[in-house]
């Protein structure tokens, strides 16, 4: 999961950095042949391009060490952490659940991945099975029990 993450921000820095070193100076070089600077939209939206793509790869970048620090074997196999496929069941609906705790950046939810950043992927970080949690939400309170954690 996290060398998917790696690869991932790997692309779109070097898409990033592309279009940062040759794209935009290509496109400011065209605009500044057009003459007048002061009224020049194409010159003017060349620079707001490379603000944003700057930005952008600082974000990136600092993402990508982030990620590089985390690690899934970290977390005892007997705990939730990143990775980890968790069944909960809703105390007071006695639904079950299953969860796969990842990163956002790589969240879907027809797949039950819940983000280690959400309110319930905090609530569920660190807990063992048979743990209960009290999850405050704005539509509602949810008590959970852990009753399975395995391996994602």
Excluded at 36 to 51: C, G, M, P, T
Excluded at 59 to 69: D, G, K, T
Excluded at 97 to 123: K, N, Q, T, W, Y
Aim: cysteine-free; overall charge negative.
């Amino acid at each position: 999961m996290i060398r998917e993450l790696r690869q991932k921000l790997g692309a779109e820095i070097e898409q990033l950095s592309h279009e940062l070193n040759v794209i935009i100076p290509q496109a400011i070089s065209q605009a500044v042949e057009l003459g007048d600077l002061r009224e020049n939209s194409e010159y003017k939206a060349a620079l707001e391009r490379q603000q944003f793509v700057m930005a952008r790869l600082g974000q990136l970048h600092q993402r990508l060490a982030q990620v590089s620090q985390l690690s899934i074997t970290d977390t005892p196999s007997d705990m939730v952490g990143l990775g980890s496929r968790v069944g909960v069941l809703d105390l007071d609906t006695q639904e079950r659940e299953h969860f796969m705790v990842v990163l956002a950046e790589l969240m879907d939810l027809e797949a039950g991945h819940i983000s280690l950043a959400s309110p319930l992927g905090r609530a569920l970080k660190g807990r063992r099975v048979g743990e209960e949690i009290e999850l405050r939400l704005p539509r509602g309170q949810r008590r959970l029990r852990v009753l399975e954690i395995g391996p994602g």
